[in-house]
């Protein structure tokens, strides 16, 4: 019954035309805890990358896992239904959407898990996957002064929408991304089965879902492990003119021993200008802090570097304390001298960091543009050669965000996981964070996207070493370049978990069929 009537509605209906009373028809049909909302469609249609807009059929807040689970068993019932996980909707080419679909709000589900337990000497926290890593970072710290050990930049994302990619920041040199980090996942097939998997059982979803797009399953629980949260971080900016000692520094930091170097490593790149977004003034830390261009060398050219490093520290540790560490390391690095900037925050409020920057974003309008953004993985072997295409020629100018680069350990990530990485044990992250300010006019989305276009191509072209991270493609050509090698494994996966392809249909990755995949057709 509620199948046919969603399908229906599908083809003759427009959502608007809905009525309350077919909305709690639906809801009774499902037996939801939860409640479908044809309201907000337009919401779920929207993300953060403001590049794509799919509307559903219906914006489904589910209560539990049950829930979703019913949603998926009843798409697979239909003969065209897909189903969408959202988690805060920071998704950047629609790949939360699911056009004329169903997309499930797992926000709604944020509550459901927060249990602190301690297996074989090591502490873990289960939380749902719909729950906001900045919330998961909070109540670990303030209940349990405990912390999870790795982070993204910003932590207003969903557990298992990072989960679902891996999730990096500047911890992830040492602990490797969030998917490295946890242990035991609830995961909610596209066969509509709850299962509950791990290194040891129901292994092959355990590692597929991790990296896995949303292709194999929707995390709805994940268990966490923990650390010791320290009180204070010494957070440090250092300046370079030259790419090459910007490289030599961060990659020999990121080598060193646990115990011997920072605890958090990252680098962004900006133009050697005083524009207040993309140039000098974006290397402070504090308002009261000054850029001093007479320090930069003559030879200094249309870009620069920063290495950003953090060490972390205990309240009962006098901040002076930390100065012999600081110096011992810095003293080796080979930046400009007096260019370094530091302050001394608590690690939450380090941790917290961007969403300072969010609520001004918000405030004059920047956050709800669109957000054109560029993430890839790219070999140490090409990334001297990148700099010189990209950073110093394609993008001199800016991108009117920030342009992170900072070097990876590929040992510190499980290659069991869906995510695909360049060869070598040393890899960059390369994130173009672009915003698009209502004012003054900014250019055109289409040109920026054509830009990252344009850089992609330029590597393809090369012979880069290198991968997307949260992937687009438009092809599945494009998708088993992408994957390479892990192609046939990633379609296995697909086959056993999702083999009617209803999940995670805005990665367009493999179409909505009748008939189970089979992986001797693709």
Known sequence: MMIAYLERFLHETEPESRQDDDVSTLCGSLELQGTIDFDATGLAAKDFGGTHAFKPLAFIRPSNTDDVARVV????????????????????????????????????????????????????????????????????????????????????????GTLSNAGVSGQAFRFGPQSSNVTELDVVTGNGDVLTCSKSENRELFFGALG????????????????????????????????????????????????????????????????????????????????????????????????????????????????????????????????????????????????????????????????????????????????????KEILKDGVGGPILVYPLLRSKWDTRTSVVLPEGEIFYLVALLRSTPPNPKPPSIEKLVAQNQEIVQLCCRRGFDFKLYLPHYKSREDWKRHFGNQWRRFVDRKASFDPLAILAPGQKIFPRSNMPISPDQL
């Open 212 to 391: 896995g797009l949303g292709q194999f399953g929707i995390i709805t629980r994940a268990t966490v492990l923990l650390q010791p949260a320290p009180d204070m971080v010494r957070w440090m900016r250092v300046v370079y003119a030259y790419f090459d000692d910007f490289t030599r520094d961060s990659e020999w930091l990121v080598s060193l021993p646990e115990g011997d170097s920072f605890d958090y490593v990252e680098g962004f790149v900006f133009v050697n200008s005083d524009d207040p977004v993309d140039g000098w003034p974006s290397v402070k830390l504090d308002a009261k802090q000054r850029f001093d261009p007479t320090r930069l060398p003559r030879s200094a050219g249309s870009v620069l570097y920063c290495l950003e490093v953090a060490l972390h520290y205990r309240n009962c540790d006098h901040p002076s304390t930390v100065d012999p560490i600081a110096s011992t390391l810095l003293e080796r690095l080979g930046f400009i001298r007096g260019l370094k900037f530091q302050v001394d925050i608590s690690y939450v409020d380090f941790l917290l960091r961007v969403k300072g920057q969010e609520e001004h974003a918000r405030a004059n309008g920047v956050w709800d543009s669109p957000h054109p953004w560029l993430n890839l993985f790219v070999s140490k072997s090409n990334i001297a050669e990148f700099d010189r295409a990209v950073f």
């Open 73 to 160: 068993k009843a798409a697979a019932r239909s003969s065209n239904l897909t189903v969408a996980a959202r988690g805060n909707g920071h998704s950047i080419n629609g790949q939360a959407m699911a056009d004329h679909g169903l997309v499930l709000d797992m926000r709604s589900t944020e509550r459901n898990n927060f249990d602190v337990r301690r297996i074989d000497g090591a502490v873990y926290v289960d939380v749902s996957g719909g729950a906001l890593w900045e919330d998961v970072l909070t109540r670990c710290v303030s209940e349990y002064n405990l912390a999870p050990r790795s982070w993204t930049d910003y932590l207003g994302l969903t557990v298992g």
